[in-house]
Every structure is written in structure tokens, then in C-alpha cells.
T-cell receptor, first 114, second 112 residues
Framework: GDSVTQMEGPVTLSEEAFLTINCTYT??????LFWYVQYPGEGLQLLLKATKADDKGSNKGFEATYRKETTSFHLEKGSVQVSDSAVYFCASRESYNQGGKLIFGQGTELSVKP | DAGVTQSPTHLIKTRGQQVTLRCSPK?????VSWYQQALGQGPQFIFQ???????QRGNFPDRFSGHQFPNYSSELNVNALLLGDSALYLC???????????FGDGTRLSIL
């Protein structure tokens, strides 16, 4: 079945460092792809999305590009801040799937030190 | 503009009991999905409701059931609770099935 795999955490970075969190997916069709962020004690917030190959989603300095050839959707940020510390989830949703369910990766915890 | 609201925030039950969790979708949204998030894991899809009907279901037993009301709010019911049902239960709403889902802060269910 469809699945999403993320790099394992926790990831610890110093403030202003470059961030990459890897995400790959398997799907029988052409899914939409998402990154969600979860702060402690809260639900998930949509960070960015891409709906087709070569689309780039971006928000709050974060970017991810939908790469069909490598089935990847890696999250990047050029300069992280302490406030970016959270758990990041990559997710897919099949375009043909009439239910619209999201399939999540296991999450990657990011800790940014001052 | 209120987002997705869930109640209660926390709940403690014992094995064998039954529980009902509630969700009000974001204003303008008509579709509600429920997810279970075990500690340290990604959310797992339980089911989705649209027009008061269950549209899709994940790999969860029949002990998990739901309902959607005419005002689009929704309930998740779990019968015969097991220790393994301890988790954060997340509700997400969207406009139809193709727009991005917006999540509530969840209900933390603990089974003793």
C-alpha cells in the first residue's frame, strides 16, 4: 500500500544552521504531498503543500519540491530559529482517492539550540 | 474565525468503558476526518465523514464508530476500551475531500 518514510530524528541544530528533513513516498497514482508541523501539546498545522510534480511549496522560509523521479519531498530551510523546534510530519494524499485520507510519516523531531 | 475545536482536551477511562469525543469543524468546512496518534508516531487515519455518511475507513476495528451531524460537527465513539487505545485523537476538517485538512489540538485519551 501507499506509504511515507521520513528520516529519523531527533535532529539537533544550532540557530541559523541549514535544515534538511528527508521524505520519500510510495504511491500507485499521483499524490498530493504535504508537510505538517506539530508544536508540543498542540495539533498539526499545515506548513506547505504541492499537488503535482515539480511544484514547490513554501511558507515561513521552509521549502519543499515535489520530485516524481525520486519520489521525494524533502523539507528545507536556509536558517533555522529556536522557534522552529517542533515535530515535522510529511504526508501524502492520493489524487484518485475519494476519501482524501492523509498518510503520514513517523515524524522528525527538530531541536534548535541558541 | 474559529478553527477546528475538539472536546474534551483530556480524558481518563478504564478498560472496557466507552468514550465519545467531539469535534466542531472550521467555519465553512463540511468534511471531518479522525486520526489516532500514538506517542512518538505519525497520525493514523480512522475514518472520514461527509454529508453525514462515512466516506472512507482506515484499518480500525468496529469498536471505533462515528457520526456527523447536519451542522457538520462530528463524534468519535470507541467501545470496549483497550489499553492500546491510549493516544491523541485528532480531528481534521476540510471543504470537500481535496482541500487541505486543518487539525484541532486533539483529545488526549488515557486508558488505565
Amino acid at each position: 500500500g501507499d506509504s511515507v518514510t521520513q528520516m529519523e530524528g531527533p535532529v539537533t541544530l544550532s540557530e541559523e544552521a541549514f535544515l534538511t528533513i528527508n521524505c520519500t513516498y510510495t504511491a500507485t497514482g499521483y499524490p498530493s504531498l504535504f508537510w505538517y508541523v506539530q508544536y508540543p501539546g498542540e495539533g498539526l498545522q499545515l506548513l506547505l503543500k504541492a499537488t503535482k510534480a515539480d511544484d514547490k511549496g513554501s511558507n515561513k522560509g521552509f521549502e519543499a519540491t515535489y520530485r516524481k523521479e525520486t519520489t521525494s519531498f524533502h523539507l528545507e530551510k536556509g536558517s533555522v530559529q529556536v522557534s522552529d523546534s517542533a515535530v515535522y510530519f510529511c504526508a501524502s494524499r492520493e489524487s484518485y482517492n475519494q476519501g482524501g485520507k492523509l498518510i503520514f510519516g513517523q515524524g522528525t523531531e527538530l531541536s534548535v539550540k541558541p | 474565525d474559529a478553527g477546528v475545536t475538539q472536546s474534551p482536551t483530556h480524558l481518563i477511562k478504564t478498560r472496557g468503558q466507552q468514550v465519545t469525543l467531539r469535534c466542531s469543524p472550521k467555519s465553512g468546512h463540511d468534511t471531518v476526518s479522525w486520526y489516532q496518534q500514538a506517542l512518538g508516531q505519525g497520525p493514523q487515519f480512522i475514518f472520514q465523514y461527509y454529508e453525514e455518511e462515512e466516506r472512507q475507513r482506515g484499518n480500525f476495528p468496529d469498536r471505533f464508530s462515528g457520526h456527523q451531524f447536519p451542522n457538520y460537527s462530528s463524534e468519535l465513539n470507541v467501545n470496549a476500551l483497550l489499553l492500546g487505545d491510549s493516544a491523541l485523537y485528532l480531528c481534521a476538517s476540510s471543504l470537500g475531500e481535496t482541500t487541505p485538512q486543518h487539525f484541532g489540538d486533539g483529545t488526549r485519551l488515557s486508558i488505565l
